[in-house]
């Protein structure tokens, strides 16, 4: 790979909390280089527009306390065509980028990967998703946060679950990832979690049911990921009403404010280990990676392998909630 002079950042997909530090440590990491950097605005869309702008050390300044991304966030479908990619090449090669940097989740490191392999381009993705999906790294930008926030929500429903004897089914996000749903249930103390990765063939409502309802114990929370290998929290809900209907229950839907709010300590810590080993990988030549953390240390994974690859909740929480429940 030729010697590195400048180098493009964006973010793409769904904002995740930590994406303003990443942005913050590959812009202050690769000025300690010496390279030129550009600001992506509004993701692989905003590449094919050259909506771009050289950032320098004060761009990033009091950002790291910042939710969302500074560099706006789009989703493309003319970036899914050959002819928008070639673009985006092109405005790339315009400005003299020689890598660009990709924060997102599966569909955002998907994208770097088509586009690294049609121009043999250097890529280096960061994981930033609040579902914590991606293959070969302990933990995503903005999972942590997301999870405080689900807890912060559910620890309120509590108090009016208890008031009236209700059942509460809460959806979190997630999508096929049940991360978020596991962990939040368990730190809450919600009677159950209904995830994706826990189809099997016994009804995860009437186990609940069986094991989370008792005379002693008439109001109850179980958080449900929204996958639709679920059926979502509403989907439970008519079952409860047609199937138990002495029992009172309630939906909330968490939506979009799990993705908002200040990042946590342990996110901004995250996201700038993970942007300056971001540009510490391609001054050694590395390409086409994905850089996450395994055991509290930096790894680099093949982006195939991050976005193809399953990484499943460990079967440890769904028994640990399961103890805990009774």
Not at 76 to 89: L, N, V, W
Request: with cysteine.
């Amino acid at each position: 790979m030729k010697e590195v002079k400048t180098i493009g950042i964006l973010t793409s997909g769904g904002d995740a909390p930590g994406m303003n530090a990443c942005i913050r440590a590959l812009t202050r990491g690769a000025i300690h280089e010496g390279w030129r950097v550009f600001g992506i605005y509004r993701g692989f869309e905003g590449l094919i527009n050259n909506e771009m702008t050289e950032f320098t050390t004060e761009s990033v300044s009091n950002t790291i306390q910042r939710g969302g991304t500074i560099l706006k966030t789009a989703r493309s479908q003319e970036f899914m065509t050959y002819e928008g990619r070639q673009k985006a090449y092109n405005n790339l090669r315009e400005r003299g980028v020689d890598a660009l940097f990709v924060i997102g989740g599966n569909g955002s490191l998907a994208g770097a990967e088509q586009f690294a392999h049609d121009f043999d381009f250097p890529c280096i993705g960061l994981p930033g998703t609040i579902d914590n999906d991606l293959y070969g790294t302990d933990s995503t930008i903005g999972y942590d946060t997301a999870l405080n926030t689900i807890v912060e929500a559910v620890d309120k429903i509590h108090d009016t679950a208890t008031s009236h004897d209700r059942i509460f089914f809460i959806e979190v996000m997630g999508r096929d990832a049940g991360f978020l749903a596991q962990n939040s249930a368990i730190a809450a103390g919600a009677e159950a979690a209904i995830i994706p990765e826990d189809q099997t063939d016994m009804d995860q409502l009437s186990t609940f049911i069986g094991r989370g309802i008792r005379k002693s114990k008439n109001s109850s929370i179980v958080i449900v990921s929204e996958s639709p290998k679920t059926g979502g929290a509403m989907h439970y809900a008519e079952r409860i009403r047609t199937e138990y209907p002495q029992y009172d229950v309630r939906v909330t839907i968490l939506g979009y404010l799990q993705r908002g709010g200040t990042p946590t300590a342990f996110d901004r810590i995250l996201a700038s280990r993970l942007g300056v080993a971001a540009i510490e990988a391609l001054k050694e030549g590395q390409r086409n990676v994905m850089i996450g953390i395994k055991n509290d240390e930096m790894t680099y994974v093949p982006i195939a392998k991050a976005i193809k690859k399953d990484k499943p909740v460990e079967k440890e929480l769904i028994d640990v909630l399961g103890i805990l429940s009774i």
